[in-house]
Every structure is written in C-alpha cells, then in structure tokens.
T-cell receptor, first 109, second 114 residues
C-alpha cells in the first residue's frame, strides 16, 4: 500500500528564516511525487511534479527535490504570504494520488 | 479558465439525514475525483471517474455513499444516512487524464453532522 509521511506536522518561522519540509514515501512503481499548497477554506493548489530521483523544481521561494525515499520542499527567505498547509502526494501504479497529512507552515512578520 | 465549481460551500445536517454535493469540473477534463478531508488529515480518495465510468471506488463506503457522473461532465456525491464521522470537507478535483497528477481542486463542501 502506498504511504506518505510528512514532517514536521507544524512549523513556525520568522520572515526570512529559511527551512525545509520533509516528505517520506513508500510506493509501488513511482509515477510521480506532487506538492500542493492548501490555504484555509480552500482546496489544494498544485505546485510541482517530480518524476525521478535527482530532479528539482523551483517556483519563486520554493524548491522541491526528490530522492528514492523522500522529497524536500525548501523555502528560502519565506514571507507571511507563504503561510499555508503544504501537502505531499505520490502516484504509483494504481495512478491514484495518496496524500500525506501535510505540514502547516506559519511565517511571522 | 474557470475552475472546479462545487456547491454548497457549507452544510449542517443531523445524523441519519441525507445530503448531496454537486461538482462541475473544468471543461474538457475527462477524469473527476471526489476526496474526503477530515480535519487535520490529508485528502482521501473516495471515487474516481473516467468520463462517466467509475475507475476506482475501493474506499467509498458503499452502504451509505453513492456517486454518479452523468454525461461525463457534472457529478453528484450523496450520503444516506449520514453518520457523525462523515463530518469533513468533501473536495472535487478534475484532471485532463488519469495519468496526470496535477489535479485542479474545487474549494470543497464542509459538512457538519450533528
């Protein structure tokens, strides 16, 4: 059974304080690993897809990386508007996305 | 491009009552998903449609939940009768095809069962 574990559950940063979120996974036949952002009262918003170990994707202050067992979402010099819950999901042979519980990020000004 | 539309946004019902949620996906998206998100958890897939056919409903509690996608466009998810543990946000998502993992989600329907 595909599984995703995200850590930490919650992270509080000061504006400008860089950090990383972790996503560990087990999956049969990885087709892709996905990062989503979810704001309160809204549905998840797609950020990145990573397909193979060593791949990296960047968007503004966010950079996602992938190894054979985990993915990291690096946040460089975060701003208060980066506050959200970040969800990681894997897609295996069944083609359905399996989500982790998410990391709630709070960036204080 | 219009997003995924869902209604209602909020619903409060008593246990044992029935409720229905509606979803209109992005035009042209063949695949539609219903997810359940309990507070503090990640979304869990309930059912996946490809056009108007069911691809995966292995985690749908079929004794009380049902879903349909008429003409391969709009979809409805029904719960009858509702239980307290059904309190959650019900998210609809769509994608161009089954292989795509970059889903577009709606804002969801928050259900409270009292």
């Amino acid at each position: 059974e595909d599984q995703v574990t995200q850590s930490p559950e919650a992270l509080r940063l000061q504006e400008g304080e860089s950090s990383s979120l972790n996503c560990s996974y087990t999956v049969s036949g990885l087709r892709g690993l996905f990062w989503y952002r979810q704001d309160p009262g809204k549905g998840p918003e797609f950020l990145f897809t990573l397909y193979s170990a060593g791949e990296e994707k960047e968007k503004e202050r966010l950079k996602a990386t992938l190894t054979k067992k985990e993915s990291f979402l690096h946040i460089t010099a975060p701003k208060p508007e980066d506050s959200a819950t970040y969800l990681c999901a894997v897609q295996g042979g069944s083609e359905k996305l399996v989500f982790g519980k998410g990391t709630k990020l709070t960036v204080n000004p | 491009e219009a997003g995924v539309a869902q209604s209602p946004r909020y619903k409060i019902i008593e246990k044992r009552q029935s409720v229905a949620f509606w979803c209109n996906p992005i035009s042209g998206h063949a695949t539609l998903y219903w997810y359940q998100q309990i507070l503090g958890q990640g979304p869990k897939l309930l059912i996946q449609f490809q056009n108007n056919g069911v691809v995966d409903d292995s985690q749908l509690p079929k004794d009380r939940f049902s879903a349909e996608r008429l003409k391969g466009v709009d979809s409805t998810l029904k719960i009858q009768p509702a239980k307290l543990e059904d309190s959650a946000v019900y998210l609809c998502a769509s994608s161009e095809n089954r292989a795509s993992g970059g889903y577009t989600f709606g804002s969801g329907t928050r259900l409270t069962v009292v």
